[in-house]
Nanobody
Framework: QVRLVESGGGSVQAGGSLRLSCAAYGYTYSSYCTGWFRQAPGKEREAVATIYTGDGKTYVAETVKGRFTISQDNAKNTLYLQMNNLKPEDTARYYC???????????????????WGKGTQVTVSS
């Protein structure tokens, strides 16, 4: 059974850092799209950063470029999101997702993902 379990969220002040982790249980695929998405109250879910595990191709949203870094430890089946210089507008629930059938060029399309974690809350105060 596939499970994605996020951790690492919390409350920080603007300018602070957090590192999110997503452990993928039961995921035996060697190459797949995976990534971080977020949803703030009253807003649509958006892609934050994604990666194709087969070749490391990444996508990073313009709003977080230069501040957030996505990485994958294939040996541990764990996805990370290092978030630096956090801003109040980064406040949202962050979700990890994965899908073995997505084309590597479309990893940023959130509506296409098959597997989702329950999310972890990130709150940034000014």
């Amino acid at each position: 059974q596939v499970r994605l379990v996020e951790s690492g969220g919390g409350s920080v002040q603007a300018g602070g850092s957090l590192r999110l982790s997503c452990a993928a249980y039961g995921y035996t695929y060697s190459s797949y799209c995976t990534g971080w998405f977020r949803q703030a109250p009253g807003k649509e879910r958006e892609a934050v950063a994604t990666i194709y595990t087969g070749d490391g191709k990444t996508y990073v949203a313009e709003t977080v470029k230069g501040r957030f870094t996505i990485s994958q430890d294939n040996a541990k089946n764990t996805l990370y999101l290092q978030m630096n210089n956090l801003k109040p507008e980064d406040t949202a629930r962050y979700y990890c997702a994965a899908d073995p059938n997505l084309d590597r060029n479309y990893c940023y399309v959130s509506s296409s993902y098959l597997h989702w974690g329950k999310g972890t809350q990130v709150t940034v105060s000014s």
